[in-house]
């Protein structure tokens, strides 16, 4: 066999499984289409940068608290383990529990836009970070934050209520119920990442205040309102489910 017919032979391999992993996700999203809620990240990134990037005045953010928390870089190390909490809740319930998936998107992403509408009509932003003296790794980690992270579009606390929203989901989830140890250790971490936004200056002490409102808000609508059946009732919602049983007519055409 030739050199270039065993590439030949790999390149057609390669190119099989790839259809084959295609085909298996465009059938595994057909059958859960709740995963295309991810998607409000593109929105939610493109809003975001946008807003960070504008340059315009804004309203100072200051409470006489601030000025009582001492700075440590140690908080940076919670405050990053937001990012892999956010990806890790998000993609566990969208694959093992769809209530809870359902629950936790209204809250965080309902918090998340309610953040940038407000950053968008009323800008905002802090004064109270300080010079990071230290030649520490998480010294530097924190410079590094503050090279790109700017001081502004901070109240109410992103960080906060979507951590927040993480523990409401986590401790209502009927199948985590069992779980007590990670339930608590969960909660304790949410609660770590809110705190550390304030030790190493990314917030003041209203950001978080009105984050925690803001998710308490977001909670009641999410637990204790019928939301699902007014979302139902939207012609969004409709048009999305007219697609969803042609897309069911068209797979059972098929086999």
């Known amino acids: 066999m030739t050199k270039n017919t065993k590439s030949g032979i790999i390149k057609y391999i390669m190119l099989h499984l790839e259809l084959l992993m295609i085909k298996k996700l465009s059938k595994w999203l057909s059958a859960n289409q709740h995963a295309y809620l991810l998607s409000y990240f593109i929105f939610y990134l ?48 969208m694959i093992y529990d769809k209530e809870a998936f359902l629950n ?35 010294c530097q980690i924190t410079r590094w934050l503050y090279s790109f992270d700017t001081s502004t579009n901070v ?60 998710s308490f808000f977001l909670y009641h609508v999410a637990y204790y309102t019928d939301w699902k059946s007014v979302v139902a009732k939207t012609k969004l919602y409709m048009l999305w489910k007219q697609r969803e049983l042609k897309l069911g007519d068209d797979q059972e055409w098929e086999n």
């Open 104 to 138: 936790l998107c209204l809250m965080m992403f309902g918090g998340m836009t309610f953040c940038l509408i407000t950053y968008a009509l009323i800008p905002n932003g802090l004064n109270i970070r300080e010079e990071v003296e230290g030649n520490n790794l998480l």
């Open 46 to 93: 493109a809003a975001f940068f946008m807003l960070e990037h504008f340059e315009r005045p804004y309203h100072l953010i200051h409470f006489f608290l601030d000025d009582y928390i001492p700075f440590s870089e140690y908080f940076v190390i919670p405050y990053f383990l937001w990012f892999p909490s956010l990806a890790i809740s998000l993609i566990g319930f």
């Open 155 to 214: 109240c109410p606390s992103i960080h906060v209520a979507s951590s927040l929203s993480i523990a409401f989901a986590v401790w209502k989830s009927q199948k985590l119920k069992s779980h007590l140890k990670f339930r608590y250790g969960t909660i304790a971490l949410m609660i770590l990442i809110c705190i550390s936004t304030l030790f190493i200056k990314q917030h003041s002490v209203i950001d978080v205040f009105c984050a925690i409102i803001l």
